[in-house]
């Protein structure tokens, strides 16, 4: 079965960009069924859906968060990619990423925690 | 933008109780709306997709009802491994929207 794995800096500072990337384990990120996904969970808090992006790079983004979000995606790695600009507190969150079908989330990474603070 | 609430927030039960969450969307969704599973340090686990199918390997005690703005998630008979926080989550063309998400707590 598929895996996702998270990887990328633990801390970053206020106003920097944070920026993760995600590696899947077969080729199913070439595959056009499927969407790439960005979820994150801030501490008390509920699950935020950030954004996802096709094999053929097709983007949507959350829109109250599209301005500072990029998502992309390199399919000859494996790997699809997050960059969150201008981050404050409030971005502190564990962020999931996950392979969606239609939609439906069935595989997901461990998550990563990521801190903003000074 | 499609928005989702969930009631209630949280609920407390005893082992071998039927528990029933409920999901609203804004607006019609038809069935798609699918429900999770989180525990603290864990990923959220898929439970329930597109309304009413039970995922590969998820107890048939789980199961979830509805189409269109209303859903229902039922647990029928609760066990002491459901302590958790479900949530569910509805999805269109272009977005992803999660619910606030519903704490079951062990009496």
């Known amino acids: 079965q598929v895996q996702l794995q998270e990887s990328g800096p633990g801390l970053v500072k206020p106003s920097q960009t944070l920026s993760l990337t995600c590696t899947v384990s077969d080729g199913s990120i070439r595959s056009g069924g499927y969407y790439w996904s960005w979820i994150r969970q801030s501490a008390g808090k509920g699950l935020e859906w950030i954004g996802r992006i096709s094999s053929s790079g097709t983007t949507n983004y959350n829109p109250s968060l599209k301005s500072r979000v990029t998502i992309s995606i390199d399919t000859s790695k494996k790997q699809f990619s997050l960059r969150l600009s201008s981050v404050t507190a409030t971005d502190t969150a564990v962020y999931y990423c996950?392979?969606?079908?239609?939609?439906?989330?069935?595989?997901w990474g461990q998550g990563a925690l990521v801190t903003v603070s000074s | 933008d499609i928005q989702m609430t969930q009631s209630p927030s949280s609920l407390s039960a005893s082992v071998g109780d039927k528990v029933t969450i409920t999901c609203q969307a804004s607006?019609?969704?038809?069935?798609?709306l699918n429900w999770f599973q989180e525990k603290p340090g864990k990923a959220p686990r898929l439970l329930i997709y597109d309304a009413s199918n039970l995922e590969t390997g998820v107890p048939s005690r789980f199961s979830g009802s509805g189409s269109g703005t209303d859903f229902t998630f039922t647990i029928s008979s609760l066990q002491p491994e459901d302590n958790a926080t479900y949530y569910c989550?509805?999805?269109?063309?272009?977005?992803?929207?999660f619910g606030p998400g519903t704490e079951v707590d062990i009496k």
């Open positions: 607006q019609d969704i038809n069935n798609n």
């Open positions: 996950a392979r969606m079908f239609r939609g439906v989330a069935d595989y």
């Open positions: 989550q509805q999805y269109d063309d272009f977005l992803v929207t």
